[in-house]
């Protein structure tokens, strides 16, 4: 029997350490003010910056969750810890099921290879098997709308190509976990429309949706439970027009 996906952030706290930094300097004054006093020294004495401190979550299979906080609350940082980007200082994240992450599409496409091969490392690196980036490649190809430029190196695209590129690649399967930051706009006005209804039928086959942003109506179309962060701590959770409404 399939076994169901699931996310699972226990007590997770996250720093940042802030290097050629003195805590008296004016500059760091305005760091320990912007961060809502969250400066401290880490336990190699450095200055640093508690981005997350003490979150555990639990999220299972059919779970729409929207991510809300101000400017600097710890949304990206959550999503960056639960898609194994960064390390926590303490604490521990559980995944069952396989992940994508829209947080940033475009990341980890090499400019000396080619289209095809970017299509290939990458969908091997969302964890597809050899024979279904095969299997895939020719529709994330035709998505892509880019055409003989497939076959030149990624250095040669404008900013736009590569997001057409990362973005087909990224949404070429079915998520068991889909993190996202925002809703997500890719590429010219005329691929935007093409983009926006792929994400939606994205979001549709995913098991598990997590979804940061400060756009409250889109959470509360999208999202059935909210997560409300500040300074780095989760403030409050439960259904999504009620963490609304705290936020």
Same mark, same amino acid.
């Given at each position: 029997?399939?076994?169901?996906?699931?996310?699972?952030?226990?007590?997770?706290? !996250?720093? +940042?350490?802030?290097?050629?930094?003195?805590? @008296?300097?004016?500059?760091?004054?305005?760091?320990?003010?912007?961060?809502?006093?969250?400066?401290?020294?880490?336990?190699?004495?450095?200055?640093?910056?508690?981005?997350?401190?003490?979150?555990?979550?639990?999220?299972? *299979?059919?779970?729409?969750?929207?991510?809300?906080? *101000?400017?600097?609350?710890?949304?990206?940082?959550?999503?960056?810890?639960?898609?194994?980007?960064?390390?926590?200082? @303490?604490?521990?994240?559980?995944?069952?099921?396989?992940?994508?992450?829209?947080?940033?599409?475009?990341?980890?496409?090499?400019?000396?290879?080619?289209?095809?091969?970017?299509?290939?490392?990458?969908?091997?690196?969302?964890?597809?098997?050899?024979?279904?980036?095969?299997?895939?490649?020719?529709?994330?190809?035709?998505?892509?709308?880019?055409?003989?430029?497939?076959?030149?190196?990624?250095?040669?695209?404008?900013?736009?190509? @590569?997001?057409?590129?990362?973005?087909?690649?990224?949404?070429? +399967?079915?998520?068991?976990?889909?993190?996202?930051?925002?809703?997500?706009?890719?590429?010219?006005?005329?691929?935007?429309?093409?983009?926006?209804?792929?994400?939606?039928?994205?979001?549709?086959?995913?098991?598990?949706?997590?979804?940061?942003?400060?756009?409250?109506?889109?959470?509360?179309? !999208?999202?059935?439970?909210? !997560?409300?962060?500040?300074?780095?701590? !989760?403030?409050?959770?439960?259904?999504?027009?009620?963490?609304?409404?705290?936020?």
């Amino acid at each position: 029997m399939k076994v169901q996906p699931s996310l699972r952030v226990d007590s997770v706290t !996250v720093d +940042f350490p802030i290097y050629n930094a003195n805590m @008296r300097s004016i500059k760091n004054q305005f760091i320990y003010h912007g961060t809502g006093g969250r400066v401290g020294r880490d336990a190699a004495n450095r200055l640093s910056v508690r981005a997350l401190d003490d979150v555990s979550l639990n999220f299972d *299979h059919g779970d729409r969750v929207g991510i809300l906080g *101000h400017n600097g609350a710890g949304k990206t940082t959550l999503l960056r810890v639960m898609a194994g980007v960064y390390e926590p200082v @303490r604490g521990h994240v559980w995944r069952q099921g396989r992940l994508a992450s829209l947080l940033n599409v475009s990341l980890g496409i090499d400019s000396e290879s080619t289209g095809y091969e970017n299509i290939v490392s990458r969908g091997l690196l969302l964890g597809l098997s050899p024979t279904e980036v095969e299997e895939r490649t020719a529709e994330i190809a035709e998505f892509t709308e880019l055409g003989d430029y497939l076959a030149m190196p990624a250095h040669t695209y404008s900013s736009g190509m @590569r997001l057409r590129l990362g973005f087909a690649v990224c949404t070429c +399967f079915d998520p068991e976990i889909l993190l996202m930051d925002e809703w997500l706009g890719v590429g010219d006005r005329n691929f935007v429309e093409k983009a926006r209804r792929r994400v939606d039928e994205f979001v549709e086959r995913a098991g598990i949706l997590v979804l940061a942003s400060q756009n409250t109506a889109l959470l509360k179309r !999208v999202c059935e439970k909210g !997560v409300l962060l500040e300074g780095g701590k !989760v403030k409050a959770t439960g259904p999504i027009d009620e963490v609304v409404d705290r936020y």
